[in-house]
């Protein structure tokens, strides 16, 4: 059963707009992690941001803010005044107990100049 | 210093053949993981090993054999390669823990193309 939904397979917005990559999941545990992370098109998988089951503050780094939703459960990225260098694809993962990982199948984000 | 460096980046062969991947992590952690991405982008674990011990093996022709001499490293042989297997390998490592938490760092990945 998919537990990581990426309903969004490509998306592409023009420089300086702001887009929202969709993540929903899909656990019973109560103990969880979310994660994102950014492949560009050099091909490395680069570690964004891990946020735990019991915090649902949202996080602001930069350009780059995160919401978590329990009730929904979602952990929405989004890319404020978007920039060339942000197209790449982004994975959302759930993980579970111990190494259970869950990646979700990608969200290819273009930004056009 | 790379944490989770592996080799060759760029590998093309031929049907038939047999050939590896190495890994390496200088982060100290306990857990290495082999992840195969497709061309549709899709992960998808292959196996996971913790302190040189097995505990992850997905659902993978026997042709993949992994070895983890020391925690440190976790190399990846492939006997008998197959056009289906051309995909990129992703090695990784993370922290061990029972409970959930652990940040998955990944190499640059092993571009494999099988002619």
């Known amino acids: 059963a998919q537990k990581v939904t990426q309903a969004q397979t490509e998306i592409s917005v023009v420089e300086k707009e702001d887009v929202t990559l969709d993540c929903v999941y899909e656990?019973?545990?109560?103990?969880?992690?979310l994660f994102w992370y950014k492949q560009p098109p050099s091909g490395e998988l680069v570690f964004l941001i891990r946020?735990?089951?019991?915090?649902?503050q949202n996080e602001i780094s930069g350009r780059y803010s995160w919401n978590f939703q329990k009730s929904t459960s979602s952990f929405n990225f989004t890319i404020t005044a978007s920039q060339v260098v942000d197209s790449a694809v982004y994975f959302c993962?759930?993980?579970?107990?111990?190494?259970?990982?869950?990646f979700g199948t990608g969200t290819s984000l273009t930004v056009i100049p | 210093d790379t944490a989770v460096s592996q080799t060759p980046k760029y590998l093309v062969t031929q049907m038939g053949n047999d050939k590896s991947i190495k890994c390496e992590q200088n982060?100290?952690?306990?857990?290495m993981y082999w992840y195969k991405q497709d061309s549709k982008k899709f992960l998808k674990i292959m196996f996971s090993?913790?302190?040189?011990?097995?505990?992850i093996n997905e659902t993978v022709p026997n042709r993949f054999s992994p070895k983890s001499p020391d925690k440190a490293h976790l190399n990846l042989h492939i006997n008998s390669l197959e056009l289906g297997d051309s995909a990129v390998y992703f090695c990784?490592?993370?922290?061990?823990?029972?409970?959930?938490?652990?940040?998955?760092?990944f190499g640059e990945g092993s571009w494999l193309t099988v002619v």
């Open positions: 993962a759930l993980n579970l107990s111990g190494n259970q990982f869950y």
């Open positions: 982060l100290g952690h306990d857990t």
């Open positions: 946020r735990n089951s019991f915090d649902e």
């Open positions: 990784a490592s993370s922290l061990y823990r029972d409970s959930s938490g652990n940040t998955i760092y």
């Open positions: 090993y913790n302190n040189k011990e097995l505990i």
């Open positions: 656990t019973r545990d109560t103990t969880y992690y």
